[in-house]
Structures are given as structure tokens and as C-alpha cells.
């Protein structure tokens, strides 16, 4: 199990939560529970939590480290989001657990890993304030945690609809602010104005109540699960420089940013140098005209196409996946062992799992008699090694080792849910030994992902045999 402590509130919003819950999301498929350990949760903020599958903990502050202290033999990480939370309340933690830390404000920190997805953040940001040496760090907007199922969203650059976002919760009423401001020169053209909010905002009624009597087209949402459906119908978006920002700059979305709260400076102006937003300022401060004059710019611009290429350039989408991939041994390691008779059954589905064999030599399904035929061949085989690889206890694939003439011949097999995070690797580092042996691979020249496998590892090719390319390494 892995505990994350993270907080929603109506002070706060729900920044915290959402970019805790992409993480979240990638280990439960990867078959790891994932517990929430939270202050007084919203009923709304449970089922948040509960529709996307994850448990959760209701405690009091202080009361954090009892419940880790008392499940720590379940807990195998921690994960802190919290900027309440600070160096002197982890240590305790890190003394008992692997912690990873999530900030954005270069804080002091006890932790194995820092993760700071902060625009242009460097490591001299964090020098002398992380007080376990070994800690590393993951910085900048490659680290941008972003939710999957924005993937497949593209805005369709429809700039008549506009969204209005200022967190879940907005507890400054800015968005109120901004659209008083443009009901006095922007009630006549036609625009939409989306506003998605939690159930928990203080300021839902007056927004309502200002929906009704306003010559603007506002449309309100309540509770969405996500934003899809708004990313992909807006062309522009005015709202703060917090987490969900980074989402819309991925799907493609022109920005105005307007700050609201201290720690969103940096986001911004950083943003706006790199051209993914523009930059209006400090709410407190917000020029009406210049407000008025950049958003009238920005729908009549005729490059729309351009501006939008140079946002999404910003943001890849992959920077959970590089996150899971630096913290899974610090859950488990992998370990191999030798192949048994019980392993059978598990071998032959993943030898149909879809695309398995896709670069294989004999792409052929085989059926159960030829896979029994061909294990029972393997283990009593004395030139035949087949290792499986298994992370916290679960087999996750397996490596074979063909020896002939003083070679070893080397290919691997990981599990499709499993794949993309770094385990063939580090499977292979340790079955690679450094005495003088030559190893080889044969692999599809089209499969990108073990010709970089194996280039990493040192391999090189040394010829090819029609469609394959022979690797070879010492």
C-alpha cells in the first residue's frame, strides 16, 4: 500500500488532490492499493476519491503519523502534498518509510525524492534544503503532472467559448471579478462563458445569482469529474496559473493567467516567457482595459494555429509516468528466480497478450499443446535459462538466456500493463554480468522501444538478418 496525505478544502481547492490523484491512478494499475490519509473530507471530495477507486482516510493533523505508525507494516511508501506539512513532521516519516515529496515552494524537506513540476525550477532552488543526502530531485515542466484522460483532448479552437477557471473552489471570487470586468465591453459578441466549480465554492451562490441578471451567456458546472468536455470545446481560457493551467496548455488551449495567490508569481511570468500564456498580473490589481484589450486580441487573432502548436510544445503529458518510474524501487525492487513448472499457465497468457509477439521471429500464436511442448523443453533444458521477473511478489514477465557457441543469447518479455517504466531495465542489469561474455539480442528494426532498450545497455548492432538487427554487447 501506498498512503498519499494531501488535502481539498474550501480554502485550498483541490490543486493538491488533483495532480496526487494522477499518481494515484498509475499505481492502482499497476495493481498497488493507494490510501488517502486527509483531514475533514467534503462528502464531495469522497466521492471524487471513491469514483476514481481509491480509499480513503479521514484523520485530524496530528493525527497523520499514528495512522502511518499503525499500519506500517502495509505501508511500503508516502507520498506528502501537504504545505502544512513540514521538514520537522516528516522526519519522523522518513525515519520509518520511503517518502516522496510534492512542492512547489522550495521548502525544506526530509525525503527520498522531491518532485517540483514548477516551470524553469532548477536544482540550485533546493540546495541545502533537502537534509537527507541521498535525496533526489525531479524538477521543471517535463515533471507537469497531468491527468490521462486528457490524452486524446484537443481543444477545437472555438474562440467564442471561453473558460473562466479559478480553481474548484475560488474562495477570492475572482472569477466574479473578471466577469464584471467584461460585461461592460464584451456583452455583444456573442461569446460563452464556461465556469466549472466544486459544490464546496463560497462563492457558487453569488456566481448564480449573477448568472441570472448578467447580459453575459454564462454557463455554470457543478462537480465535473474532469474537464474534457469543456478543454475540447473552448478556445481560450482565463484563470489562474495553478495545476490545471498546465492541462490546458496541453490540450491546447490560449491562456490568460491572472494571479491569485502568492505562490503562482513565478508559474506565471515563467509561463509567459515561454510563451504559453499570457500574463495579466495580480488579481488584486487587474487593469479592466488591458484584461479587456488582450482577450479581443487574442479571439481576433488569425494565427491560432501557430500559437496553439507553440503552447502544446510546453507539455508532453508523460511526466507521471517519469515520476513512477524514479519511485517504484523505492516500493519494491525486482527480483528474478528460476522458472517452475507452476509458471505454465502465466507464460501462455502473455504470450497472447495483444501485440506480444507483434516483433517476434515466429509472430504465430502458439497453442497450449506447442507452449507445453516448448516450457517443458526450456526447463529441463541445460543451455536454456528462463528467469521471472517479479515487483512486489507479482510476476511481471520474464527474461530468456539461449546459450550456443560462448553466446548468450538474451530476449525479454514484460507484462503490457507494466510496460514503459523502466523494468525491463532494470531486470536486465541483473542478469548482464560483467565477466567477459558476449550477449546478444536479435531485435525488429520497427521496435523502437528494445533497440533503445538495448542500445542503453550498451549493446550495438553488428549486422542484420532481413528484418532484425543483431545486437551484441560484453
Not at 500500500?1 to 492502482?28: E, N, P, S, W
Not at 507553440?310 to 517504484?328: F, N, S
Amino acid at each position: 500500500m501506498i498512503v498519499i496525505i494531501c488535502d481539498a478544502t474550501q480554502k485550498i481547492g483541490y490543486g493538491h488532490l488533483k495532480r496526487c490523484l494522477v499518481l494515484a491512478f498509475l499505481y492502482r494499475k499497476l495493481g498497488v492499493l493507494v490510501t488517502f490519509l486527509m483531514r475533514d473530507a467534503a462528502p464531495v471530495v469522497k466521492h471524487l476519491l471513491k469514483g476514481h477507486g481509491m480509499k480513503s482516510v479521514v484523520s485530524d493533523h496530528g493525527d497523520y503519523r499514528s495512522y502511518l505508525f499503525e499500519n506500517k507494516s502495509l505501508i511500503q511508501m508516502v507520498i506528502i502534498d501537504h504545505y502544512e506539512i513540514d521538514a520537522d513532521f516528516e522526519k519522523p516519516i522518513f525515519e520509518i518509510f520511503p517518502v516522496v515529496v510534492v512542492d512547489d515552494l522550495c521548502r525544506a524537506h526530509w525525503c527520498d525524492l522531491l518532485v517540483d513540476q514548477t516551470v524553469s525550477r532548477k536544482k540550485g532552488d533546493y540546495e541545502k534544503k533537502l537534509y537527507n543526502p541521498s535525496s533526489q530531485t525531479l524538477l521543471g515542466i517535463q515533471y507537469a503532472l497531468i491527468d490521462p484522460v486528457y490524452k486524446p483532448i484537443q481543444t477545437r479552437g472555438d474562440k467564442k467559448n471561453i473558460l473562466v477557471s479559478f480553481g474548484a473552489t475560488d474562495p477570492g471570487q475572482a472569477a466574479l471579478k473578471v466577469l464584471n470586468i467584461l460585461e461592460q465591453s464584451m456583452n455583444k459578441k456573442g461569446l460563452v462563458f464556461h465556469l466549472p466549480l466544486s459544490s464546496l465554492s463560497p462563492c457558487l451562490d453569488a456566481l448564480e445569482n449573477y448568472r441570472v441578471k448578467s447580459s453575459l451567456e454564462i454557463r455554470l458546472y457543478r462537480d465535473l469529474p474532469d474537464l474534457s468536455s469543456l478543454y475540447e470545446r473552448c478556445g481560450i481560457a482565463i484563470g489562474a496559473p495553478g495545476t490545471s493551467l498546465l492541462e490546458r496548455i496541453y490540450c491546447g488551449l490560449l491562456n490568460l493567467t491572472v494571479v491569485v495567490a502568492e505562490n503562482q508569481r513565478e508559474v506565471s511570468q515563467n509561463i509567459s516567457q515561454l510563451g504559453g500564456a499570457v500574463c495579466l498580473g495580480e488579481i488584486q490589481t487587474l487593469d479592466p482595459s488591458l484584461l479587456t484589450r488582450t482577450l479581443i486580441r487574442m479571439i481576433d487573432s488569425q494565427v491560432f494555429g501557430e500559437l496553439q502548436k507553440k503552447t502544446m510544445a510546453l507539455v508532453d503529458g508523460e511526466g507521471a509516468v517519469r515520476i513512477i518510474k524514479q519511485t517504484l524501487a523505492l516500493i519494491s525492487v525486482e527480483t528474478l528466480r528460476p522458472a517452475n513448472k507452476d509458471d505454465l499457465e502465466i507464460v501462455f497468457n502473455w504470450q497472447h497478450e495483444p501485440g506480444a509477439r507483434k516483433y517476434s521471429r515466429n509472430t504465430n500464436l502458439p497453442t497450449k499443446k506447442e507452449h507445453q511442448a516448448w516450457f517443458e523443453t526450456v526447463l529441463s533444458s541445460n543451455t536454456i535459462k528462463l528467469h521471472i521477473i517479479e515487483w512486489c511478489r507479482t510476476p511481471i514477465g520474464y527474461i530468456r538466456l539461449d546459450q550456443s557457441r560462448g553466446k548468450e543469447e538474451i530476449s525479454i518479455l514484460i507484462v503490457r500493463k507494466f510496460q514503459g517504466y523502466g523494468f525491463a531495465k532494470r531486470s536486465l542489469l541483473q542478469v548482464l554480468q560483467p565477466a567477459k561474455r558476449e550477449y546478444t539480442a536479435v531485435v525488429h528494426r520497427e521496435n523502437n522501444a528494445s533497440v533503445g532498450l538495448f542500445e542503453s545497455l550498451g549493446f550495438h548492432c553488428n549486422g542484420t538478418t532481413g528484418e532484425y538487427g543483431v545486437y551484441s554487447t560484453f
